[in-house]
């Protein structure tokens, strides 16, 4: 399922028009993202949690040269899925 077909089945369940459930679907994209921006959490109970984890630096191997290289360390959007989430899908 990508962003289309997410946005015309809440059109369909919802009785509201297209360009109402993008609106929704881009501002709970953005208020997830500025939330993980600013170091927050977002937890939907039953659903999950988005969150940020940091990734210390490591090294590595270019696959192309064989030669070692240091991974910087970064952060990194991750989402953790609820318990009714996991259930539903293990049903």
């Known amino acids: 399922m990508n962003k289309a077909d997410l946005v015309d089945k809440i059109t369909k369940d919802s009785g509201m028009t297209k360009v109402e459930v993008t609106k929704v679907i881009n501002s709970f994209?953005?208020?997830v993202k500025d939330a993980l921006k600013n170091g927050d959490k977002v937890t939907?109970?039953?659903f999950g949690t988005f969150k940020i984890v940091e990734r210390k630096e490591r090294k590595g191997r270019n696959p192309k040269?064989?030669?070692?290289?240091t991974i910087k360390a970064k952060k990194s959007p991750k989402f953790v899925p609820g318990k009714a989430l996991k259930e539903a899908v293990n049903k």
């Open 65 to 69: 040269t064989g030669k070692t290289i």
């Open 29 to 31: 994209i953005d208020a």
């Open 44 to 46: 939907l109970v039953g």
